[in-house]
């Protein structure tokens, strides 16, 4: 999933601080409602259904209840319970999924990511269950799956607040996707490695594909991280500022030191180029209102670019050798501009927790136990149905021959516990797509922040207003439709200023400067 999805969620500032008020750090196990047979095993004799919250649109096909049926006679045969999945669509999602776990309701299972959904915000809140105690009897194999320092990166003051997505691999850095075709004939006979040449390529398409827009951007693109990637060694922090970062560390050698990008003449150049590119016509003139699908453009050769993560592109690339044969779909990785500041994955970028208010904890932990280790509920819920949504050959998953994308697609948005010991290779991801990993082996640093919980408390109005401004000014600067970059970035400068940002950064500074010497201490 991709933390740039993230919007202005400073809307739900002033509800979320009401709502969750009476919310204590941490939630204790609610008053168990599992009976317990004279063996001590759990007792499944009462039916019950388990909720998972996950991020995504809600399929619209019937392809998803027809998996769940296949899922849910498993699991009332293995558990007695059935399982239904509770969106969080991504039309205004931030806001959504921070409330609906503010708002008490006794959900289940809930998709977590502590770099990207505001997982330590929300266990401060009290949003999620202690698992100490219910792990190692209602999931046993999760539990003895995962190791003990990764437990350790999954606690909240001490607790084990969530399951960490630990035994899958994946890299989700960003950049832009870019025909390859096209960058040929526009001179680039080299892959792309900084934006200045991503704009001599888009100002070929402008110039000479009257029919493309250069970049189709859509109103919730953001960039501004990315740019931060590929001209500083500045470091991604787990700290969110809504609609664009504000907040980063310096570098790999100076990690738990604050620094200023946005104070920076990087945040400057940054718009003077966003500007530019606006004023030459490589987006729509209405694009901050622009809703149409870029991705979907892209395969129909409507639009020259597209920014997302290297799994995407993965996958992307093969859609792009059918869609429009010979474009060569190419990934420009902002990291690598500079190549000192491409990290590891945190294992505790998806996962997931219990509601603290769920009426069925023990339960929804068998549930989750069986999604995470039943080979046939996992290939289920992951794939869908062997024969409709994919056939196996040569040990691959292949479309069927009848298969029809408005018919038969399926997804399950499922991010919180894959096994890559049960995936199955796909035909739809590249077959290339290893050489650009070996690429990031390269330079790839460890992720730093895994056990860093940010205290929010201190400066919880200051950080609201913080998100404010920047879901207030930011769009208009990543979108160049400012008359002045430089007037426009020092009134969002200003604006920091008096939303209170000195105070935050002291604080988010005296933490990590207590973290650094925890980190320190535990060598």
């Known amino acids: 999933m991709s933390k740039w999805k993230k919007r202005g969620s400073w809307l739900l500032s002033v509800v979320l601080l009401v709502a969750l008020t009476a919310c204590g750090g941490g939630g204790k196990p ?221 570098s790999n050698d100076e990690k738990y030191t604050v620094a200023e990008p946005i104070f920076s003449d990087t945040f400057l150049d940054y718009a003077k180029l966003m500007k530019s590119w606006a004023d030459k016509g490589f987006w729509r003139e209405d694009a901050l209102n622009n809703k149409n699908d870029n991705r979907v453009a892209l395969k129909a050769g409507l639009s020259g670019l597209d920014q997302h993560h290297t799994q995407t592109f993965s996958g992307l690339r093969v859609e792009m050798d059918k869609a429009q044969p010979g474009s060569e779909l190419q990934m420009f990785p902002f990291n690598m501009t500079g190549g000192k500041n491409l990290t590891e994955l945190s294992i505790t970028h998806g996962g997931t927790s219990l509601g603290a208010h769920s009426k069925n904890p023990e339960r929804a932990l068998m549930a989750y136990d069986l999604i995470r280790n039943d080979e046939e509920i996992y290939h289920l819920i992951n794939y869908g149905l062997e024969g409709t949504q994919y056939e196996l050959k040569d040990g691959k998953r292949t479309r069927p021959a009848a298969y029809d994308e408005a018919r038969d697609q399926f997804y399950s948005d499922f991010w919180g516990g894959r096994m890559d010991k049960y995936e199955i290779p796909s035909d739809t991801t590249w077959d290339k797509i290893g050489d650009l990993y070996a690429e990031y082996d390269k330079i790839k640093i460890p992720y730093p922040y895994g056990q860093f919980v940010f205290d929010k408390t201190p400066v919880e109005s200051e950080l609201t207003a913080i998100s404010q401004v920047a879901g207030e000014l930011g769009p208009a600067i990543n979108f160049g439709k400012v008359a002045d970059p430089e007037q426009a970035v020092q009134e969002f400068r200003d604006k920091l200023k008096t939303a209170g940002y000195d105070k935050v950064k002291a604080e988010l500074q005296k933490q990590l400067d207590e973290y650094k010497t925890k980190m320190e201490a535990a060598k």
């Open 30 to 250: 609610a008053a168990s409602t599992q009976a317990t047979n004279e063996d001590g095993t759990p007792d499944t004799s009462k039916f019950v259904k388990i909720s998972y919250v996950v991020l995504g649109d809600k399929p619209t096909n019937g392809q998803f209840e027809k998996v769940m049926e296949k899922v849910n006679a498993l699991m009332k045969e293995k558990i007695n319970a059935e399982l239904e999945w509770k969106w969080v669509e991504w039309a205004d999602w931030q806001t959504k999924y921070n409330l609906l776990l503010a708002s008490g309701e006794p959900v289940d299972l809930i998709t977590i990511g502590t770099d990207w959904l505001d997982t330590w915000a929300n266990a401060q809140r009290g949003a999620f269950m202690n698992l100490d105690e219910l792990l190692p009897k209602y999931a046993p194999k999760t539990w003895a799956e995962v190791s003990e320092d990764h437990w350790n990166e999954s606690k909240y003051n001490g607790k084990i607040v969530l399951i960490p997505e630990d035994q899958y691999t994946q890299w989700v850095n960003h950049g832009f996707f870019y025909r390859g075709d096209w960058a040929k004939e526009a001179g680039i006979t080299e892959p792309i490695k900084d934006w200045e040449t991503i704009g001599k390529y888009l100002q070929y398409i402008k110039d000479n594909k009257p029919d493309v827009i250069p970049w189709d951007m859509a109103s919730g693109a953001q960039t501004w991280g990315g740019y931060v990637q590929s001209y500083t060694d500045n470091l991604e922090l787990p700290i969110s500022t809504g609609y664009m970062p504000v907040f980063t560390a310096k």
